[in-house]
């Protein structure tokens, strides 16, 4: 396997770096912090992880910036706070009385030229949007952002949660459904 | 039927994970100029720090090479190295050999002295191990004292 060159880490680490200090955001709710975590991410990867293959990089990142955010909470001694969250997983009631469909618009793809009203809707859409992310458990949001946003795959987001791809199907489903909930509840349609 | 019921769900699922997260794409592309210029500052940093350690260990890696081309006459100043480093050893090899020579020297020179006195003496050397003579040696020494 060949091994990553530093142009391919300095590509990589750009085109990661903003959704990183989103995802940290969603996480500390705090931009000074999520700057720290996501500063401390990359140093270790470069430090600790820069000979490995450009394949690995995602995946690495996405396990030390999940690390770098659990030791703030730990320094933050909030470690309790985070892992109540943990107990929603059982708590969360599994009814499908709610259509998924509802809250995807089905006219996607629609390219209309945005009038001032609109980016202003999109705007507050995206301010629910991100408001409803941080509301869910840690773990779902986790897994949520990184099967989704981060675009690994099952096994990959596994490996960088260090959980097993069954507890990553179960996360994604139980965010899917509680942002559809939360966001059909505010009339919102994506 | 159940196995493509669930395939569909799997597909919307996605696709409303897919469409959440192109929203927050979004927001993620138009973050805050200083928040931007941080993140370059940070990961210019982390860059950085990798190319530290390799300057650092840049002569040794010289070195190698030096070492490498030996036979080909390539990096002589490398190779003029070493050998000017194992002069002050020659030195310290030459200098222990020399003692050595002269320790031998003086130990031959003072045997054969005490060799030449012995048999140029008047007194022949079986003398020395007649126990009576020995005793004739004593009671003069004693007579003299007296």
């Known amino acids: ?190 | 039927m159940k196995h493509s019921t669930s395939q569909q769900d799997l597909s919307i699922q996605d696709r409303f994970g897919r469409a959440v997260t192109a929203r927050l794409s979004e927001s993620a592309s138009t973050l805050p100029y200083d928040i931007s210029e941080r993140l370059r500052a940070a990961r210019m940093q982390a860059l950085g720090q990798r190319r530290a350690p390799q300057t650092a260990t840049a002569p040794h890696v010289m070195n190698h090479g030096g070492a490498a081309t030996l036979g080909f006459g390539d990096g002589e100043g490398s190779l003029w190295h070493r050998l000017a480093a194992l002069i002050p050893l020659l030195f310290l090899i030459a200098g222990l050999i020399a003692v050595n020579m002269l320790n031998d020297d003086f130990d031959a020179k003072e045997l054969a002295d005490i060799d030449a006195a012995i048999l140029t003496d008047d007194l022949p050397p079986a003398a020395y191990t007649d126990a009576g003579f020995v005793q004739f040696l004593k009671s003069r020494l004693e007579q003299q004292a007296q």
């Open chain 1, 1 to 190: 396997m060949r091994l990553a060159s530093e142009q391919e880490i300095s590509d990589f680490l750009k085109s990661v770096e903003k959704r990183a200090f989103k995802r940290s955001v969603y996480h500390v709710r705090n931009d000074e912090a999520a700057l720290d975590i996501v500063q401390d991410s990359m140093m270790k990867l470069v430090e600790h992880y820069s000979h490995k293959p450009a394949a690995e990089l995602p995946m690495l990142f996405q396990r030390i910036l999940s690390n770098c955010t659990l030791d703030w909470f730990r320094r933050q001694k909030t470690r309790n706070a985070l892992f109540s969250n943990m107990s929603d997983f059982e708590a969360d009631d599994m009814d499908g009385d709610f259509d998924l469909l509802e809250t995807l618009n089905a006219s996607n793809g629609s390219n209309q030229t945005e009038s001032a009203e609109n980016q202003t809707e999109r705007a507050q859409v995206l301010l629910e949007i991100e408001k409803e992310i941080q509301e869910l458990p840690t773990r779902q949001r986790e897994a949520f952002l990184m099967r989704y946003w981060e675009d690994l795959d099952v096994a990959e987001t596994a490996a960088a949660m260090g959980c097993s791809e069954g507890s990553v199907k179960t996360h994604c489903s139980r965010a899917v459904q509680a942002l559809s909930k939360a966001l059909k509840a505010k009339g919102i349609r994506l």
